[in-house]
């Protein structure tokens, strides 16, 4: 006999779904009643598990920064100079612009709900303060190495390079052409010299 609040399903998988809902079409676009399912679980089990929808929304979007937002400075990993590091990372923003339509589910947020709530933007600005620091990092690193000028501002370029991330993420969402992914990518690696 099962125990009350026994769970049959996993909390990760159920997650996942509503995350790709989310990601898909957005906060506001999204219904309770899609959310049930699309996870597949009971809407008594969703309030009971994740609370409210605000709530699941904020827990998929930490789930996306912990795995997919990982993306964004995955090739900043030590292998090689400093400055091939940035230019795999250019690659793979321009890779993922390219083959994600739905764009990037934080940047979405950040179009959608930043200014209208205090704790997701929190959310966001943190998210984007990790990703500058990272290239912060990276950056310095490079300059002591010789590998980009001394005089680089490596605190206002990473700031700039986010900047054009958050850019070319929103692209994403109108099916851009590879010539124009290519064109931001450029505009990135200018910021180096």
């Given amino acids: 006999?099962?125990?009350?609040?026994?769970?049959?399903?996993?909390?990760?998988?159920?997650?996942?779904?509503?995350m790709k809902l989310f990601w898909k079409q957005g906060y506001e676009a999204t219904g309770t009643t899609q959310l049930v399912k699309e996870m597949g679980i009971g809407r008594q089990s969703v309030y009971?598990?994740?609370?409210?929808k605000r709530d699941l929304f904020i827990k998929s979007m930490r789930l996306?920064?912990?795995?997919n937002g990982g993306l964004?400075?995955?090739?900043?990993?030590?292998?090689?100079?400093?400055?091939e590091q940035l230019n795999?990372?250019?690659?793979?923003?321009?890779?993922?612009?390219?083959n994600h339509e739905e764009g990037c589910m934080l940047v979405n947020t950040l179009a959608e709900l930043a200014g209208r709530d205090e704790e997701i933007q929190n959310i966001l600005v943190m998210h984007n303060a990790r990703v500058e620091k990272r290239l912060v990092e990276t950056l310095e690193l490079a300059k002591e190495n010789n590998e980009l000028s001394a005089n680089l501002d490596a605190e206002q370029t990473a700031v700039s390079l986010v900047a054009l991330l958050n850019?070319?993420?929103?692209?994403?969402?109108?099916k851009p052409s590879k010539v124009m992914v290519e064109g931001v990518i450029s505009s990135a690696k200018k910021l180096l010299d």
Avoid at 48 to 52: E, Q
Avoid at 72 to 83: A, E, I, R
């Fill in 48 to 52: 009971d598990t994740f609370g409210s």
């Fill in 64 to 67: 996306y920064a912990r795995t």
């Fill in 72 to 83: 964004l400075t995955s090739q900043l990993d030590g292998n090689g100079s400093h400055v």
């Fill in 167 to 174: 850019g070319l993420f929103l692209l994403s969402k109108t």
């Fill in 1 to 18: 006999m099962p125990v009350k609040g026994d769970k049959k399903f996993d909390e990760n998988e159920v997650l996942e779904r509503a």
């Fill in 88 to 98: 795999r990372q250019f690659g793979l923003w321009g890779e993922f612009a390219l």
